[in-house]
């Protein structure tokens, strides 16, 4: 008896068409998803930004309560030479107080932070001194510069400078106008910011992905300046302190002051549309970019009698 054997066949597929559209919802999707996680990421960004900004508040009034006064903005001593000590700043005596003890041992503060054992200590990335959303190297070198400051292998770059000026830093003298709360051999007490602390900027965020034409004066470092600001160095003082007027080649800007792409020793930021910034009460706020120029000049000033009043987010 012959068996017929009958072959069905249940063939389950898409056609062209359908693969078509279920590509297109999977783009449409992704389309509609990608903006989200973008905005979610920044969002976590610019809170780790103003987390490291907080610590910094914490450590700042701790060093005050240690020294009865802030670290100065950076301490300068001895001639003008290029080895003049000791030229390390507000970052690397806030080391103790933010979780960096071994880094600070290992700092000689007795010599300049550009020769001997500081070399190695210099180049060490701080975490909190980094803002997860500056993109700009974490690490640069500097040949040496005549008798204004020798080589430097490797400089730790930060995301932050303390508020210091209403002058430009290029033509900033270190004995004034002392109007912000950092300059150099700074002891401001807390008792001298006569506005108030809730008024009166303590740092700001400085990222060095604007490209730098002015010879390595928009960058921020943690450990200090390289070169002694008196002896013919002044626009160096922007490596640790942000200024609200910017004068090179003979050019003055005054405005914007906040994000002024023309200015390498502002406040610049990479968060969408404003900047994070402490206060020296603690308090860190987000200062959007169309901020009046006039209130952050005010911000600065720690006691011009012009009290700006925050919200608080």
Known sequence: MAREFIMRSNKCGFTLLELLVVIAIIGILIALLL?????????????QCGSNLKQMGVAMHAYHQSNNHFPPGWNEDGPAVATAPNLFGWGAFLLPFIEQQQVYDNLDFTIPLNIGINLEWIGVRIDTYR?????????????????YFPAIPKHARSSYVASGSNTP???????????????????????????????????????????????????AYWSGVRGQIRHGLKCYSAQVLGGTVFHTGGVTYYTPIL????????????????????LCD??????????ADILVQNLVDKKDGNVEQLSSE
């Open 282 to 291: 603690g308090g860190v706020r987000f200062l959007a970019d169309d901020t």
């Open 169 to 219: 830093l290029c033509l900033y003298s270190a004995d004034g106008p002392l109007v912000g709360v950092f300059y150099c051999n700074s002891e401001t007490k807390i008792r001298d910011i006569s506005d108030g602390t809730s008024h009166t900027l303590m740092v700001g965020e400085r990222t060095g992905v604007v490209s730098d034409y002015s010879g390595n004066f928009g960058e």
């Open 35 to 47: 903006p989200a996680v973008q905005a979610a990421r920044e969002a976590a960004r610019r809170m």
């Open 259 to 278: 994000n002024n792409q023309d200015s390498t020793n502002g406040f610049r930021s990479l968060h969408a549309g404003g900047i994070n910034m402490l």
């Open 131 to 147: 803002c997860p959303a500056d993109i700009a190297p974490e690490y640069d070198s500097t040949p040496a510069y005549g008798n």
